[in-house]
């Protein structure tokens, strides 16, 4: 079994701050890309950005500059920094990653979600 557990969702004031962390537990061998989705009421899930193993970054454009995505391997957790945040960031947002399990099986998984609300 392996699960992937948020934090740090919530409402922030257009212009704030705010960090997203996602812990990866269970029966782990390897995590290869992690990263972070969001789906807005009424649109498609969207990527936000993601991180592979080796620390390569991909943003969605609508984000860049304003968002890092970060990950400890050590901890199995990947961070999301939220920086310059404008309405439209209001969305549930999903942790992903690519993990090889202990039974050697490769798959994606998937975090129940956290809301972040922008909005004066």
């Known amino acids: 079994q392996v699960q992937l557990a948020e934090s740090g969702g919530g409402l922030v004031q257009p212009g704030g701050s705010l960090s997203l962390s996602c812990a990866a537990s269970?029966?782990?061998?390897?995590?290869?890309?992690m990263g972070w989705y969001r789906q807005a009421p009424g649109k498609q899930r969207e990527l936000v950005a993601t991180?592979?193993?080796?620390?390569?970054?991909n943003y969605a454009d609508s984000i860049k500059g304003r968002f890092t995505i970060s990950r400890d391997n050590a901890k199995n957790t990947v961070l999301l920094q939220m920086t310059s945040l404008k309405p439209e960031d209001t969305a549930i947002y999903y942790c992903y990653a690519n993990i090889r399990s202990t039974d050697m099986r490769t798959k994606n998984y998937w975090g129940q979600g956290t809301q972040v609300t922008v909005s004066s």
């Open positions: 991180i592979a193993s080796g620390g390569r970054t």
């Open positions: 269970g029966s782990i061998s390897s995590i290869y890309t």
